[in-house]
């Protein structure tokens, strides 16, 4: 009896101790949510992203302990890419959550008006609604260091060597995802096929039909247009790829955005795919520092979930997601410098979102030289627009294959201004930032 | 009156006026109608033997196909990869028969079905932990699958036949041959069809129930197997392969859900049919992409004037 009762103490000890102990830890820590997908039909192009902005925290708390001193709770909810299951995970997350981070065109939309609401900024990095440039309008949205518009206009500006009217009576198809994602290009090529004198082909391809392209590229065969662009995601990278070769089309006409720059579906085609380009802002470079510190306290110490049999670690996907977790923490410095707190709530790391300027003599601090192109947001502009690179798969590896490519930003952003209105017009009454200019 | 040219005549002259490309938007829909019969076949075995729904089809392809891929991976031979595979379906019939089905042994086909998404919940949570959720290459070439193709140039034009669809299609055709043969020359294909018309008057004749189902099971994994193999070797081995199991519903519509002579003809129909529609006036007339709903169009028709299908049994019930 007397064991019982000393073992009940006990119990009730420790209940007491982790009851205190558990609100003291979460307020010396920072909460940084990922509405991720590890699963589900986009699993392999999800799982090499979160490993790299896993790794990149994990590196952080056991470098540094964290950021300022301050340790980072970096926590995945699954979403399966899956809309309905992307707001669940918002709503489960966004309590203590210092940024939020939805994964998907389609997901960003239904948390767009939310986070007004709950006044949690959105990081969209290279994806989302483009017009949430607009930062007057997209008070709490952000996709730096560029959107899927200037993705379109970098690709136009490289195959017409920067003479789009070079392009008049030329056709251009875009093959994409029949989801948000794969459609958000279309307004801005239709404008400039307008414009241009270009003939402008969409050519959806449906969830089903990722893995079995066959209808899509006999229409291409059909229409035989001067180049094909690419917005796919997952399984459906690898489907398009896989059917351009048997098409043979020819494979340096064939141009994808960042999201189709996945080494493992490249793989699959091998040398066939030689001379495949993708538009991409970031480019891997393991033997970097940040790299080499993620090597050292994560990767060597078994504590990273990465395929090292198949070379993750230099893949252009895992690379991007230390960076897309670089940019949340850079606000999140950026929120503790301005306002003086070891933990910034999310209007302060809202703030910083607003205020990051990720400059070579920044990347060069961080160890992340030559990695991304460098881009500074401001309270009017909540993507930084900072261009992106061509990346080439030579049949082992995607390597760097342009300089610098900068958007068109004057054809462009009469149009995200345009579009933005229309959104919150729409979804009206829309809360606009008055205190940008 | 343009768009009734459109529909009617213009389709019709880009078919003769360019006869190649018809050939291979021919061939390309017979490949994606093998695909879908393969798929549809698996659907129908269990279901005549045990009238379940099986939701998990989907997913045992692939299974089947990661298990194969992830052997190989751990420096197993391709040939010997092939026969542990099939062992490891075989484990796995045996299993579901033991632990989901047998429990549930006359209670109503809801419940059944509902343990058929509790499998395929179960095949991927575990599917994910043993082999990841990365896309995977086939083992195309080890399991000895040409991967060229055969170029020819009939009427001045051109016409590409990939050597792995001929395979794929040649393969279908013997594994449907073999399955038929089976079903209907050998005792224990007549005690699945017995137990599919009647399954008191099976039992009570001595059919075992248990064995039954654990051999309809691991065909239906044979054929999951098979169909994991053709389709990895197109784009992959990932857990998008699934998706492709829901190509396998209107098939099942049409051909009706306990005829294995349906689920060929009904593959086949719906793939040749998606694709001409697809390219001749689906993408001309409506943007493309038709081929996401037209086969449930299609089934919809076909079940207007028969419900149970085209090669499905009349429900006659008495009341």
Request: aromatic fraction near 10%; include cysteine; glycine fraction near 10%.
């Amino acid at each position: 009896m007397k064991r019982l009762a000393k073992t009940a103490l006990l119990a009730s000890g420790l209940a007491l101790a982790a009851a205190f102990a558990a609100p003291a830890f979460a307020q010396d820590a920072i909460n940084l949510p990922n509405l991720s997908y590890r699963t589900g039909p986009f699993a392999a192009t999800g799982i090499p992203l979160m490993n790299g902005q896993r790794d990149y925290i994990a590196m952080l708390n056991a470098r540094d302990g964290g950021v300022n001193g301050v340790t980072i709770n970096y926590e995945e909810c699954e979403t399966g890419y899956n809309t309905e299951k992307g707001v669940e995970c918002y709503e489960k997350t966004k309590a203590g959550a210092a940024v939020t981070q939805p994964w998907s065109t389609g997901i960003t939309l239904q948390v767009l008006p939310k986070s007004n609401v709950d006044k949690i900024a959105v990081l969209a990095p290279g994806y989302g609604f483009s017009p949430m440039a607009d930062g007057k309008t997209f008070k709490w949205a952000f996709n730096p260091p560029s959107s899927y518009w200037d993705g379109a206009s970098m690709i136009l500006q490289n195959i017409s060597q920067g003479n789009l009217d070079s392009l008049k009576g030329k056709k251009i198809a875009l093959l994409h995802l029949d989801h948000p994602y794969g459609k958000e290009p279309i307004p801005l090529l239709e404008a400039l096929a307008a414009k241009h004198g270009f003939t402008f082909l969409p050519i959806p391809v449906g969830l089903k039909e990722m893995q079995n392209q066959s209808a899509q590229w006999l229409q291409i065969r059909r229409e035989k247009p001067d180049f094909v662009l690419m917005w796919g995601w997952g399984a459906m990278n690898a489907g398009a790829i896989t059917e351009a070769v048997k098409t043979k089309y020819p494979m340096n006409q064939f141009i994808g955005i960042w999201w189709s720059s996945l080494d493992g579906d490249l793989k699959l085609v091998g040398d066939a795919g030689k001379g495949y380009r993708a538009v991409s802002w970031s480019v891997p470079n393991s033997a970097s520092k940040a790299m080499q510190d993620i090597k050292k306290h994560v990767v060597d110490a078994g504590k990273s979930m990465i395929n090292q049999a198949e070379g993750e670690f230099d893949w252009v996907f895992y690379q991007r997601g230390v960076l897309i977790s670089m940019m949340s923490v850079e606000a999140i410095k950026a929120a503790q410098a301005k306002f003086n707190v070891k933990v910034p709530n999310a209007e302060q790391v809202r703030w910083g979102l607003e205020n990051l300027d990720i400059n070579e003599a920044k990347l060069a601090e961080l160890g992340m030289e030559g990695m991304i192109v460098p881009f500074k947001t401001s309270c009017a502009d909540h993507t930084g627009h900072g261009g992106a690179w061509m990346l080439e798969w030579d049949g082992k590896q995607f390597v760097k294959a342009s300089d610098l490519i900068k958007p068109d930003r004057a054809a462009i952003e009469p149009l995200e201004i345009e579009k933005a209105k229309e959104y919150a017009t729409a979804n009206a009454p829309w809360p606009l930032n008055d205190e940008c200019k | 009156m343009d768009f009734l040219n459109s529909i009617l005549i213009k389709p019709f002259a880009d078919m003769f006026g360019a006869p190649d490309f018809l050939m291979q938007v021919l061939w390309e829909g017979l490949v994606s109608g093998v695909l879908y019969a393969l798929i549809a076949l698996g659907f129908v075995l269990i279901y005549k033997s045990s009238r379940i729904f099986n939701f998990a089809q989907g997913i045992m392809v692939v299974f089947a196909a990661l298990t194969l891929v992830g052997l190989h991976e751990k420096g197993v031979p391709a040939w010997l990869a092939l026969p542990l595979t099939l062992g490891v379906m075989y484990l796995l019939a045996m299993s579901i028969e033991r632990v989901v089905l047998r429990p549930l042994v006359n209670q109503p086909d809801i419940i059944l079905f509902m343990a058929t998404i509790g499998i395929t919940l179960f095949l991927i949570g575990f599917g994910e932990i043993i082999f990841g959720g990365e896309n995977k290459v086939m083992i195309t070439e080890q399991l000895g699958i040409p991967t060229g193709s055969w170029e020819f140039e009939p009427f001045g034009g051109f016409l590409s036949i990939e050597q792995r669809d001929v395979t794929a299609v040649v393969g279908a055709v013997l594994l449907v041959a073999a399955l038929l043969l089976f079903l209907n020359k050998s005792k224990m294909g007549r005690a699945i069809r017995a137990l599919g018309d009647d399954h008191q008057a099976a039992l009570s004749v001595g059919i075992s129930l248990s064995t039954i189902w654990v051999v309809v099971w691991f065909i239906a994994g044979v054929i999951a197997l098979a169909t994991g193999i053709v389709w990895g070797s197109r784009a992959g081995v990932s857990f998008a392969l699934e998706v492709i199991a829901y190509k396998a519903l209107p098939v099942l519509m049409l051909g009706g859900l306990e005829s294995v002579l349906g689920a060929i003809v009904g593959g086949l129909a719906i793939g040749i049919l998606e694709k001409l529609f697809e390219i001749y006036w689906g993408q001309p007339i409506l943007g493309g992409n038709t081929e996401t709903w037209f086969a449930f169009v299609l089934a919809l028709i076909v079940l207007l004037f028969r419900p149970q299908g085209l090669f499905g049994e009349r429900i006659i019930e008495r009341v």
